[in-house]
């Protein structure tokens, strides 16, 4: 399988961001999350962060929900464009099934998740690995 790097869809600045880091489709907050791809690693430093944070009732998925949305908006350092997101949602660090055994929750410690819209990103080479 061949390795697809992508660039910002708006200026066309290498961000280093690769398929080999995308996250499985059949993930739990994979569901329902059309027009974006979650990646668990991406070069920081292409990327400047806001934090952003709503009080609201959410649900990620039927056993993830919360009140407090806490995200981070990734923009392209290079143009300012709005990429995607940082959610801290991933799976989670010490290989828990969540609290209660009932799934992720914001009480269990999780890795991030890089969440970028499929219209921001624009597709670069293929490379053979």
Known sequence: MAEQ???CG??????????????????YFEAGNKGTLSFHTID?????QEPESKIA???????????QRKRVKL??????????YIYDDGPPVNGTTGQ????????????????????ALRQGEKLAY
């Open 5 to 7: 790097k992508f660039s």
């Open 75 to 84: 923009l392209c350092n290079s143009c300012n464009t709005l990429v995607g």
């Open 44 to 48: 920081e430093s292409k990327f400047r």
């Open 10 to 27: 708006a200026c066309g600045t290498p961000l280093n961001v690769s398929s080999n880091d995308l996250y499985p489709p059949d993930m």
């Open 57 to 67: 009732p959410f649900f990620e998925t039927v056993n993830y929900w919360g009140i």
């Open 100 to 119: 209660f055994h009932m799934g992720p929750s914001q009480v269990v410690p999780r890795y991030p998740r890089y969440r970028m819209k499929i219209k």
